[in-house]
């Protein structure tokens, strides 16, 4: 097939530059708006921080260009975009009575996450040494949904125990646990696919997979749900939920995955309603939130939901513009309601932007999976886009009323340092996938052995010997999306292959 | 500052926004696209895989194959080199087992192939071959096996040294 065209992918890091350059603008710009629109002095201390978030921005830009040449140039500029307009909003929330000095720790956390995903990105170089540590991160994941709920080292904020004290900062080891679950799913799917696929009985239209190949998965599901429903922490146990139907759809491309996964997902909400007087709540406010006994409740009424939706409504079309409505009326107005002051302030138009950013980056996130060659980054990379796409859906389907408000951290803008740092380190990630998608690979002289063109000029090879590598190579760029039935090994991909034998 | 002059920075920075997502979404250009030669190898595995009518010709290197029409069924595994070429094997719906093992369907003569060396079985109408943990490997085209994977018709199955392929 010598008569096929490959797609080349240029490194497009220049691009990135000038995005990264445009976003930069916007996320400082709101800043300073900020302070005009208060009257505030601009001190010393806005151009110091918008150097600090600049020049980290920069230098994972420098590492990218140095590290992964080829990595997506439009996820980081987003994401800088996203983050900043959310310090500039928990800035904006500083000037109010209800909150002071957030902002500073905001910005510190974006500067100790951004320096973890360029430690991450710098030291890993190849997503798919993630692949060894399958089960070592089950192993940390049901650690770190633990933690909270040991005595002595977890704490309770708001009714939902996913607190650790950590001494001179609380953390959320639940945050981490989303990562390190994707990636043994994606591991162990990508181990384990085919057996899931083939062995198995059918009963009517569906295959039951053995229970004992998918045995793994669901302990690890039911012990991220059973700790998450203990530590009242329902928005994660979704999320972990629909991460586990997500990446098991994408794995084995059976819509009856879908079909169970919803059928679960009732039965679930059911028993929560049942026996979790936490979710009852959050189900009655969702249902009557505008009924006076509700809202006027003085604990766990719809207060925060309708000031919510009453600052959406008083942003209009255009906003209030930042600095110039009342977001703070609305309580956790810079962390889980943090749409609702954008909503008010930037109003339609700027939110549906910022929405419509989130949309860009799960598009980029499933690019990355599409177009790598491995199985495992490629259910790695769709379990993130899920990851992010399902915290961004219920966060703000809970306070459109859509769904009932759980407590979730609106990805890069709310304030909260360890939502902050899963979120670059899951970046880090994705960034390094779509380097491995994109760049040019190296393979033999056979590039395609399939169908009949090429069975003819292998013949030389075969003497090789067993075993015998191909020492002759040429650039030829990676082919692009490949299509659902391609198979996905790479020379490169020699990982064990745990738990097939 | 006046109030004229911060409305107005307020809808440059929306503004500004708007651009960035804009500008972002043009430098994209058609990467989202999906390209034709993936679609031609779509159509050429098979209609479950290539869902929807097909808009346009078929790029040239589909023209080769059969297009959107089914794939013809491997009938015959034949092996083409090593000490055992010229053997054919029929395909069933069982699956086989190669190797030097004397309860394998392909008993390999070969001193580099293991006792249970690979596995071919049927899915569908398609054939996957898996390395069953063999000290030197199987080989599909030019790459090493990690797990099993779809065979076409044409393909060279190496093991040790002997060359397998299936037949129509």
Known sequence: ?501 | MSELAVTVLQFGLLLLLWILILSIIGAQGRDMTISKRSRARAAASGPSAAPGPRNGPPAPAAASHSGPTPRPRPRRLLVSEGPLAGTELPLGSASIMMGRAQECTLVLDDDYASGKHARLFPQGSRWFLEDLGSTNGTWLGDEQLTRASTVEPGDRIRIGKTVLELRT
């Open chain 1, 1 to 501: 097939m010598s008569t096929q065209t490959h797609q080349v992918y240029k490194p497009r890091r220049n691009l990135e530059l000038v995005l990264l350059l445009m976003a930069l603008t916007v996320a400082i710009g709101a800043q300073m708006l900020v302070a005009f629109a208060l009257d505030e002095p601009i001190t010393n201390d806005y151009f110091v921080e918008g150097s600090v978030y600049a020049g980290l921005v920069l230098a994972f830009h420098v590492v990218l260009r140095l590290r992964a040449k080829y990595a997506d140039p439009f996820i980081l500029p987003i994401v800088v975009t996203l983050n900043g307009l959310g310090i500039a909003m928990i800035h904006r929330l500083d000037f109010t009575a209800s909150y002071s000095g957030v902002a500073d720790r905001q910005l510190l956390w974006t500067g100790v996450s951004i320096v973890a995903a360029i430690v991450l990105l710098w030291l890993l170089k190849d997503h798919r040494r993630l692949r060894q540590l399958t089960y070592i991160s089950l192993a940390v994941s049901v650690l770190l949904l633990f933690m909270p709920i040991l005595p002595g080292l977890g704490s309770e904020e708001n009714g939902a125990r996913i607190w650790v004290d950590l001494g001179f900062a609380s953390f959320q080891p639940s945050e981490i646990a989303k990562i390190t679950l994707a990636v043994f799913f994606a591991g162990f799917l990508a181990n384990n696919r085919d057996l899931i696929l083939l062995a198995g009985r059918k009963v009517g239209p569906v295959t039951f997979p053995r229970l004992r190949d998918l045995a793994p998965m669901f302990i690890a599901w039911i012990v991220a749900i059973g700790v998450l429903v203990v530590q009242n922490d329902l928005g994660n146990a979704l999320m972990f939920f629909g991460l586990f139907v997500a990446v098991i759809y994408v794995a084995t491309s059976r819509f009856s995955w879908i079909a169970i996964g919803a059928v679960f997902m009732l039965f679930g909400a059911a028993l929560a309603y049942q026996f979790v007087g936490h979710f009852r709540d959050r189900v009655e406010i969702w249902l009557n939130a505008f009924d006076p006994e509700i809202y006027n409740r003085a604990f766990g009424g719809s207060h925060q939901v309708v000031q919510g939706l009453f600052g959406l409504a008083h942003g209009g079309l255009a906003g209030t513009g930042l600095g110039s409505g009342n977001p703070n009326m609305v309580s956790l107005a810079n962390s889980d309601m943090i749409i609702t002051a954008f909503g008010e302030e930037l109003g339609f138009i700027g939110l549906s932007a910022m929405l419509l950013l989130y949309l860009l980056l799960f598009s980029r996130y499933m690019r990355a999976g599409l177009g790598t060659r491995d199985t495992f980054g490629k259910l790695l990379a769709v379990g993130l886009a899920v990851v992010l796409v399902l915290q961004v859906f219920v966060v703000v389907g809970g306070i459109t009323r859509v769904i009932p408000l759980t407590g979730l951290a609106t990805p890069f803008l709310a304030a909260g340092g360890s939502a902050l740092l899963a979120n670059w380190l899951i970046v880090a990630l994705v960034l390094l996938i779509s380097h491995a998608a994109r760049q040019p690979v190296i393979v033999g002289p056979m590039v395609n052995a399939t169908g009949e063109a090429s069975s003819g000029t292998e013949s030389r090879l075969q003497s090789d010997g067993p075993g015998a590598r191909e020492t002759a190579v040429r650039r030829h760029s990676a082919p692009p999306a490949p299509s659902p039935t391609d198979e996905d090994h790479t020379r490169l991909d020699h990982a064990p292959r745990g738990g097939t034998q």
